[in-house]
T-cell receptor
Framework: GAVVSQHPSRVICKSGTSVKIECRSL??????MFWYRQFPKQSLMLMAT?????????EQGVEKDKFLINHASLTLSTLTVTSAHPEDSSFYIC???????????FGQGTRLTVV | GENVGLHLPTLSVQEGDNSIINCAYS??????FIWYKQESGKGPQFIID?????DKRQGQRVTVLLNKTVKHLSLQIAATQPGDSAVYFC??????????????FGRGTQLTVWP
């Protein structure tokens, strides 16, 4: 199956700083990627849809200035958490869909801890 | 349906027994559903999917049933093994066209298999 890789897998940052998370499709081109957030013992919550070459579409309640998404190439989308605060600590997961298919493949997730 | 941010329900079974995990969805227009398995600290792993024009689909040791009348999905795992212990999520595809793969996740169920 298609492989989606996230980097880093874990990151700790200080409150007020920004952190960037990368999502790469390794063996296919992904015109569309998706970003999710998951708090402990809870479900995945869709944050935004990342479209190559255009602006991301954010779900209701997700601050676009807080979570900056860039999808500059067909294999890479980045999520930047700006001015991070402890409440932003979470597990961030991306997924990517192969063109023409319905199935989306997930990355291994990034554990963000803001101290 | 939309995740509600509640803590996960649990299911405990003995090795060798069959497991049934249930899920309700909210959007009667959803036409594609997926079951994912998530192990601790990892991204979701695809198990099986089903389209709305079907009511049953079988895979290796797993069967998904779809009841559109009551908007209910179930995942049946035959001869459950300790390696099946994980959190299981159903997801409904709410995307169309270029946003196929945009998923709303259900609450999830923590499955624990005892030897």
């Amino acid at each position: 199956g298609a492989v989606v890789s996230q980097h880093p897998s874990r990151v700790i940052c200080k409150s007020g700083t920004s952190v960037k998370i990368e999502c790469r499709s390794l063996d296919f081109q992904a015109t569309t990627m998706f970003w999710y957030r998951q708090f402990p013992k809870q479900s995945l919550m869709l944050m935004a849809t990342s479209n190559e070459g255009s602006k991301a579409t954010y779900e209701q309640g997700v601050e676009k200035d807080k979570f900056l998404i860039n999808h500059a190439s067909l294999t890479l989308s980045t999520l930047t958490v700006t001015s991070a605060h402890p409440e932003d600590s979470s597990f961030y997961i991306c997924s990517a869909r192969t063109p023409g298919a319905s199935e989306a493949f997930f990355g291994q997730g990034t554990r963000l801890t803001v101290v | 349906g939309e995740n509600v941010g509640l803590h996960l329900p649990t299911l405990s079974v003995q090795e060798g027994d069959n497991s049934i995990i249930n899920c309700a969805y909210s959007n009667s227009a959803s036409d594609y559903f997926i079951w994912y398995k998530q192990e601790s600290g990892k991204g979701p792993q695809f198990i099986i999917d089903i389209r709305s024009n079907m009511d049953k689909r079988q895979g290796q040791r797993v069967t998904v049933l779809l009841n559109k009348t009551v908007k209910h999905l179930s995942l049946q795992i035959a001869a459950t093994q300790p390696g099946d212990s994980a959190v299981y999520f159903c997801a409904e595809n709410i995307g169309r066209g270029s946003t196929l793969g945009r998923l709303y996740f259900g609450r999830g169920t923590q499955l624990t298999v005892w030897p």
